[in-house]
């Protein structure tokens, strides 16, 4: 699904990280730090959330398309009929 280089910053956003760093790596208000952590971890969380759907519906879309064509019929759970 990905490749190497998928997980290689482009340079844009490698230059914003290090302004990031330099800019925690001078912050002494520990109330800021852990504010934007807080802030951070759950966008974190949301981002995981929302790319672990995505790869299930893609999943699922290209499971459906398999069974289609090999002309196997799944009930859909979603209203107790088939798809």
Do not use: W
Not at 15 to 29: A, G, M, N
């Amino acid at each position: 699904m990905f490749e190497k280089d998928d997980f290689k910053l482009p340079l844009e956003k490698e230059l914003r990280l290090r302004v990031i760093k330099k800019e925690i790596e001078e912050c002494s208000d520990v109330e800021a730090l852990r504010s934007n952590l807080t802030s951070c971890a759950e966008s974190l969380m949301k981002y995981q959330h929302l790319a672990g759907k995505l790869a299930e519906r893609h999943i699922q879309g290209f499971m459906g398309e398999f069974l289609d064509k090999l002309g196997i019929e799944v009930p859909d759970e979603s209203n107790g009929g088939t798809r």
